[in-house]
Structure formats: structure tokens, C-alpha cells
């Protein structure tokens, strides 16, 4: 049995577990050294248990936590060459942490303690990656936030998956009509911006149909979303479609500060 856990989702920070057996993987770490520790005792999770940080990309988002976790923890950090040469430029790397590159146009598979970890790009305004893993027990699992669009890329890594963690970040009409000034309206709404609920349920529609049973709703908006809103949108677009969640799958949005509850793979 494998489990996703969401400690905190959107854009205030992100960080998730990846968990199979004793060990876990963090995929990481948007907030506060003492904010993820305290999550991570929340869902019973032993730091001693993380057998390596993959990082998505260096928005602040995402790896706000990341120096001062690794001081305490000098734990592996994946991730692929532009990412980890800013979070070093920024300090963010202790010496004692081994860097290991992956290669997100190759799509080589890495062995993280028994867990194959694959990086593929995604279309956002700095390099960025998702992550396709399987854990030791033969599970796949796909996690892609910051992503203005599905390219081929990314399509092809959520195929097949057992869970997929996807961001539904932002619902149109809430954005059009929000306090967002123009310039940042277009960066999100852009091809490397961020993945809007519609197109988010679409592509859930068509893994769902393909037989992929479990989704974690991601990395969703304050300002131009809600968790009723994101997940009416899926259950419509489900529905349209002959699709009964709860029946033929499991959705669930990902709490903004608490953790989530795990979802099994
Ligand atoms: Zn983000
Ligand atoms: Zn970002």
C-alpha cells in the first residue's frame, strides 16, 4: 500500500508526502521549518523516515523551508539542473546534502531508496518539473502543479497512474472578475502559468475513463478559487461524462494550511 499525503497545498506553500512502507519522500517545502515539522508530527511522520526532497522548482512557494529543513536534516535533494543551481545561488543547499540531477527531457528513472523517481518538465515561467514515481510495492503516482498547459510531456506522465496529483489553481470567471491587475491575471491565465479548474477537470475526465481511480486537487488559488468551486467544476465535467465520484473514483482538494487527509494508491 502506498499513501499521498498533502501537509499544506496552494499558493502559500506546498509540500507533500509520497509514503511506501516505513519510508516517504517529500516532493517540497513551501513553508516554514516549524510550520512543516509540525505538520509532518501531524501525520505521524518521522523526519528520520524521509529518504530524500524532490523539488519542483525555486518559487518561493515551494522551497521557502527547504534550507533550514536540510540544516537539521542533510537529506538528498533531487531536482533537475536550473532549479538546483538557483537554490544553491540562494544558499539553500547545505554541504552535507547530496544533489542529485535529474534530467526531466531525458526521463531517466532514479532509485530513491527503493521509490523509481522520474522528472518531466512543465510549462511554467521558470524551469520547471512534476514527478512521476513508483514506489517499492509497484505503485505509479503523478504530481504536476505550476503548469500553464498539458504538453505532451506531461500528458504522457500522468498515463497510467494508480494516483494523480494535478493543480486546479484557478476558476476563470473568479480571476476575470477578481482584484488581480491586469499583467498578473495574463501570467496566470498564460501558457506558463498556472492550470485553470476546467482544464484541471478535463484532463481528470480523460485519466478517469483510462482508469486511474484517485486525485488529489492541487495548489488551488486564494484569491480565484475555492475547494466547493474546484471540485464542482470536476464533478460537472465528471458527470457530462458518465462518471460518479465516489463511485468510479476519489477526488479531494488539498487543504491550503492543514494537512490532508491520505489518500491511498
Ligand atoms: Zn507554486
Ligand atoms: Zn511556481
Redesign the pocket.
Given at each position: 500500500m502506498a499513501e499521498f499525503i498533502s501537509l499544506y497545498s496552494g499558493s502559500s506553500g506546498n509540500c507533500s508526502v509520497v509514503r511506501s512502507g516505513g519510508a516517504y519522500l517529500l516532493v517540497d517545502m513551501g513553508k516554514g521549518v516549524r510550520v512543516t515539522t509540525g505538520a509532518l508530527r501531524e501525520a505521524g511522520l518521522d523526519a528520520s523516515d524521509c529518504r530524500g526532497i524532490l523539488v519542483t522548482?525555486e518559487?518561493s512557494?515551494?522551497v521557502k523551508g527547504l534550507g533550514t529543513f536540510l540544516k537539521r536534516h542533510p537529506l538528498p535533494v533531487y531536482g533537475a539542473g536550473p532549479t538546483l543551481a538557483a537554490l544553491e545561488a540562494a544558499g539553500l543547499l547545505p554541504a552535507a546534502c547530496p544533489i542529485c540531477l535529474l534530467d526531466p527531457d531525458r526521463g531517466e528513472e532514479a532509485d530513491v531508496a527503493g521509490f523509481g523517481v522520474r522528472a518531466f518538465p512543465t510549462s511554467?515561467d521558470?524551469p520547471?518539473v512534476g514527478y512521476r514515481i513508483t514506489t517499492p510495492d509497484g505503485k505509479t503516482m503523478a504530481i504536476a502543479t505550476?503548469l500553464g498547459t498539458l504538453t505532451p510531456a506531461v500528458h504522457a506522465a500522468l498515463d497510467g497512474c494508480d494516483l494523480v496529483a494535478l493543480e486546479s489553481n484557478y476558476d476563470p470567471y473568479m480571476l476575470h472578475n477578481g482584484p488581480y491587475p491586469y499583467y498578473l491575471r495574463a501570467r496566470i491565465e498564460g501558457p506558463r502559468g498556472h492550470l485553470s479548474n476546467d482544464e484541471c477537470s478535463e484532463k481528470l475526465l480523460e485519466l478517469v475513463q483510462g482508469g486511474c481511480e484517485k486525485f488529489a486537487l492541487c495548489h488551488l488559488s486564494q484569491e480565484n478559487n475555492t475547494p466547493p468551486l474546484a471540485l464542482q467544476t470536476v464533478f460537472t465535467t465528471f458527470g457530462a461524462g458518465g462518471v460518479v465520484p465516489g463511485r468510479d473514483c476519489i477526488v479531494q482538494t488539498q487543504r491550503r494550511s492543514e494537512v490532508s487527509p491520505t489518500l491511498e494508491f
Open positions: 522548482h518559487h512557494d515551494h511554467h521558470v520547471c505550476d
